[in-house]
């Protein structure tokens, strides 16, 4: 696994080391979470935003179902 350098402010620091003894972890395994998440919720995002514009088209399939030759017919 790479390793990346950051840098952060003392205070955040000292309280991100409590917070992580606290919760019986550490500082690297806090940020690669905080890190998950956000781009695990980024990509959900933009899904959402997808269909919501797939949704506003105000088109309908009237049920067809599509195969993926489907997708090269021109």
């Known amino acids: 696994m790479p390793n990346v350098t950051i840098s952060l402010d003392e205070k955040l620091l000292k309280a991100g080391r409590e917070y992580?003894?606290?919760?019986q972890t550490s500082i690297n395994a806090l940020i690669r979470k905080?890190?998950?998440?956000t781009v695990?919720?980024?990509s959900s995002q933009?899904?959402?935003?997808?269909?919501e514009l797939m949704?506003?088209?105000g088109l309908n399939s009237c049920g067809r179902?599509?195969?993926r030759e489907d997708l090269?017919?021109?």
């Open 40 to 42: 695990e919720a980024r």
């Open 72 to 74: 090269y017919d021109v």
């Open 55 to 57: 949704d506003r088209t």
């Open 46 to 51: 933009k899904m959402d935003e997808c269909f």
């Open 34 to 37: 905080l890190l998950e998440q």
């Open 20 to 23: 992580a003894k606290k919760h």
């Open 65 to 67: 179902q599509w195969k």
